[in-house]
């Protein structure tokens, strides 16, 4: 079945477009439970409600994260434990907000075209098992409006993995 995902083009703050979007979101993986198909779908569906220049997951496996779904362009395989904005906010268990990536110290430059980020641990039983990463080709894109609504998605996504 395809599942199609609606914004009204009304709909120009951020926060309006979060509350339209995580009910079909959260519709749209009802009921299943396979980690890849789930988070696949959630990936594509917050790529396509709010118009992200690269978003994806990052999963623990072993002292790296390893690149899994993912909409935009090509993106690094693995991120070392602390490296990066990613590798980071997996230490720190926090979400980072990065409002110019040139400016963190050790950014991972996947994309020369990225200059802010978003990255949300996953938590499975208060442990990090994986990260959800948004980029943005503008500065200072993301704030704490972002990081509200994905950290829901990060709670519904940890139901799955």
Known sequence: MSESISIPVELKDKKSRYEALLPQIFALVEGEND??????????????GMDFFWIG?????GKELLLGPFQGPVACLRIGYGKGVCGMAWKENRTLVVPDVDLFPG?????SLS???????????????????VDSTKLNDFDQVDAMFLEKIAERMAQFV
């Not at 997951?57 to 496996?61: A, G, K, L």
């Open 115 to 133: 200059r802010s980020e978003l990255v949300v641990p996953v938590r499975k039983n208060g442990k990090v098992v994986m990260v959800l990463d």
């Open 35 to 48: 980690w890849l198909s789930c988070t696949a779908s959630i990936i594509a569906a917050l790529k396509e």
């Open 57 to 61: 997951v990052y999963r623990v496996e």
């Open 107 to 111: 950014h991972i430059a996947c994309s």
